[in-house]
C-alpha cells in the first residue's frame, strides 16, 4: 500500500534487514540499507519518517550515523536497534543524536511495531505544529528560532480571548475573565461543568496563558482505566515491574516536568489511588513503578470533574485534603442550554471544521435550522452539537444548505431539559388539559412539518388530516416557516 508510512532499516547483515522487513511490511513501506552510503542515498530521494539502525555497523557506529541524520534530516525520527546494552552507548545517543528510543536484541515483534508506530504518529506531530518535536535542529541558532515560532503560534490560539467561542455577553465572558486572572498564577485549578463543555479547552487555555507555556501540556482520562494501570501511566514504570512491562515507560507527571498535567475525570478515582496522588502534589516528586528512588518533577496540575466534588467529599467518596489541593481556584464552565446565543457562532465554526475534516463543502444553515438548534437544550453539551452537525453534514446534499430536516428527531422536538416522554411532557405543562393538549398538539405538527420540508399534502397525510384541517391548525397555532434572518456577526468560540 502506497500510503503506509515509510521506514529506512539499517543493517550490514542483510538477514537481520529481511527478517526486520517480514515483520514490519504489513503496516510500513520497507526501505533497506545494509551500508552507511545506501542509507544516506534513500534519505536524500525519499521523504522517510522513522530510521531504524543498527549500532554496529563497520564505517561507524549506529549514535555516529544518526548524528549526521540529526544535521541533515532534523525530522526523521531516530532509533537505536542493538544487541548490546552499554550504558555509555545510550546515554550518547540520548544526548548527541537525539535517539528516540533505544531498542534492544532480542526483539519482540509486538513490541518493535508498537513503537514504530508511536515514532510514525510523533513526526506526524512535529510535521504539523512542532509541539511535540524532541530537539530535533538542523541548527542551534535556526531550530531555537522555528521552535519559539511554532510555540507563540500555538500560544496565540489558546489564548483566552481567541480559543473560546462565544457570542456578545456570553455567560463564558466570566469564565475568560477569570482564565486571565487565574493563568499567571502557578496554583493548582479545579474545572467543573458537564460532560462535552469543553473543560479541556479551559485547560490548555490555562497553560498557554501560564509561564509554562513553552514547556509541554499533557491530558490523562482519569475515568479510562484501572489504578495499576493509571499509576503506571502517570509515574512510570520500570521494565518487569509487573507483567507486560517489557521496556523503563517514562509517567505523563515525567514528561511534562516544567509544564502542565491535565487530570481529567479526577472525581472518578479511587480512595486508595487518591492517596497516592496526594503525596505526589504535596512532595513534589514521584515513584515509577518497580522503582526504589523517587525522582523531583515540577509541574502544574488542572484537573476537570462533572461531579459536584464537594458533596462527594461530604459523602466520605473524596478525600478533603486532596480536594483543596486540586481546588486552590475553581472554574466552572455552565452547559450549553444556559448560554443559547453562543449556539449559532458555536454552530457555524464547528460546521467550518467538519467540512474541512470530512472534504464536504455547504453554505451553512439555514435560519430554521439555527432556531431548532437554539431551542434543544443538549444534554451532551458541545460535543453533542458537534455529533450532530456532522450527521447533518454526511446526509445533506454537497454545496447545498444543511435544513432542518436533516436534524435528528430529538433536536427537532426540543424536548424538555429532563428528555421526558410525551406522556410525561404533557403532565409538566402548564393551563388546563385542553391548553396543554393543544401545546402537545402543535409540537407534533411542528416536528411533522420539518420533517416534510414543511410540504403540507405530505405532513396532513402523515399526521391523518385533509389539507383544510391543517392550514386551520396551523392558523390557530402561529405556526409558519422561519424566513431566513440577517447574517449573525461571529463571536469568539470555544469548542
Known amino acids: 500500500m502506497t500510503d503506509l508510512p515509510l521506514v529506512l532499516v539499517i543493517d550490514d547483515e542483510l538477514r537481520s534487514v529481511e527478517a526486520l522487513e517480514r515483520i514490519l511490511e504489513e503496516d510500513f513501506q520497507i526501505r533497506k540499507a545494509v551500508t552507511i552510503r545506501e542509507a544516506e542515498a534513500i534519505l536524500e530521494d525519499e521523504i522517510i519518517q522513522v530510521v531504524l539502525c543498527d549500532q554496529r555497523m563497520p564505517e561507524m557506529t549506529g549514535v555516529e550515523f544518526l548524528k549526521g541524520v540529526r544535521t541533515r534530516w532534523p525530522d526523521v525520527v531516530r532509533m537505536i536497534i542493538s544487541g548490546y546494552t552499554d550504558a555509555q552507548d545510550i546515554i550518547s545517543g540520548i544526548n548527541d543524536a537525539g535517539i528516540y528510543q533505544y531498542v534492544t536484541k532480542p ?34 541558532s535556526r531550530g531555537e528560532k522555528v521552535i519559539a515560532s511554532r510555540r507563540r503560534e500555538l500560544k496565540a490560539h489558546y489564548q483566552c480571548d481567541d480559543g473560546i467561542i462565544r457570542a456578545p455577553n456570553s455567560p463564558m465572558d466570566e469564565v475568560c475573565a477569570r482564565l486571565q486572572r487565574v493563568a499567571p498564577y502557578d496554583v493548582s485549578v479545579l474545572v467543573t461543568g458537564e460532560s462535552g463543555t469543553g473543560k479541556e479547552l479551559v485547560a490548555r487555555a490555562l497553560h498557554y496563558n501560564s509561564l509554562r507555556w513553552n514547556k509541554p501540556f499533557v491530558v490523562e482520562n482519569c475515568a479510562a482505566m484501572p489504578d495499576d494501570l493509571l ?55 514521584i515513584r515509577p513503578v518497580g522503582r526504589g528512588q523517587s525522582r523531583k518533577v515540577d509541574v502544574r496540575v488542572v484537573a476537570a470533574t462533572n461531579r459536584d466534588l464537594e458533596s462527594e467529599v461530604r459523602a466520605g467518596r473524596f478525600r478533603e ?49 439555527l432556531g431548532c438548534l437554539s431551542s434543544y437544550h443538549w444534554p451532551g453539551n458541545v460535543r453533542e452539537l458537534q455529533n450532530e452537525i456532522q450527521h447533518m453534514l454526511v446526509m445533506g446534499p454537497d454545496g447545498g444548505e444543511l435544513g432542518a430536516d436533516l436534524l435528528s428527531r430529538r433536536v427537532l422536538r426540543a424536548a424538555p431539559e429532563d428528555e421526558a416522554d410525551d406522556i410525561e411532557m404533557l403532565v409538566g405543562l402548564d393551563g388546563s388539559l385542553k391548553e396543554r393538549l393543544e401545546s402537545l398538539e402543535a409540537r407534533i405538527i411542528k416536528e411533522t412539518l420539518i420533517r416534510h420540508r414543511w410540504n403540507k399534502t405530505h405532513a396532513a397525510k402523515e399526521l391523518g388530516l385533509s389539507r383544510v384541517g391543517l392550514r386551520a391548525k396551523l392558523e390557530r397555532y402561529g405556526l409558519e416557516k422561519i424566513e431566513p434572518l440577517e447574517p449573525q456577526s461571529r463571536g469568539k468560540v470555544a469548542s
Not at 107 to 118: A, G, K, M
Not at 235 to 244: E, P, S, V
Not at 259 to 281: C, H, M, N, P
Open 231 to 285: 499509576e503506571s501511566e502517570l509515574f512510570g514504570h520500570k521494565r518487569g515491574a509487573f507483567t507486560g512491562a517489557i521496556e523503563d515507560h517514562i509517567g505523563l507527571f515525567e514528561r511534562a516536568d516544567g509544564g502542565t498535567v491535565f487530570l481529567d475525570e479526577i472525581g472518578e478515582v479511587s480512595a486508595a489511588f487518591q492517596a497516592k496522588l496526594l503525596r505526589v502534589l504535596q512532595e513534589g516528586e
Open 107 to 140: 526483539w519482540q515483534p509486538e513490541s518493535l511495531i508498537l513503537s514504530l508506530r508511536n515514532a510514525v504518529r510523533l513526526y506526524e506531530l512535529q510535521r504539523e505544529n512542532g509541539l511535540l518535536a524532541v530537539e530535533l535542529k538542523m541548527s542551534a
Open 321 to 369: 485534603d486532596l480536594y483543596y489541593r486540586l481546588a486552590t481556584v475553581c472554574i466552572h464552565v455552565p452547559p450549553l442550554r444556559e448560554r443559547r446565543a453562543d449556539i449559532p457562532v458555536i454552530a457555524s465554526t464547528l460546521l467550518e471544521k467538519a467540512q474541512k475534516q470530512l472534504g464536504k463543502k455547504v453554505t451553512g444553515f439555514s435560519a430554521e435550522t
